[in-house]
């Protein structure tokens, strides 16, 4: 939902050609796809396993409250 909600306000900052917002919007999608890739190599990614559930929430919430203001951003470069 996010993503596309991001890829949508990217397809209009590119009609408008605004190259800020094309750019920190072209990041994020790349920051959320990078952070859903699998890793190729065969090795697990424990870090997030042994940090807990607290500490998964705690990352999640700050992504969120990160994509929110990056979002906030991009509406008040584009208004």
């Keep these: 939902m996010l993503r596309s909600a991001l890829r ?3 397809t ?3 009609r408008e050609r605004d ?3 094309v750019s920190v919007l072209r990041t994020a ?3 959320i796809e990078n952070a ?3 890793p190729t190599d065969g090795r697990t990614v424990t870090a997030y396993a042994a940090a807990g559930d607290g500490e998964r929430a ?3 919430a700050v992504g969120a ?3 929110r203001s990056v979002l906030a951003e991009v509406d008040g470069v584009g208004g």
């Design 8 to 10: 949508s306000r990217l």
């Design 12 to 14: 209009t900052a590119m």
């Design 19 to 21: 190259r800020t917002a």
């Design 29 to 31: 999608v790349a920051a």
């Design 36 to 38: 859903e890739a699998v």
């Design 58 to 60: 705690r990352s999640a």
């Design 65 to 67: 409250a990160l994509l």
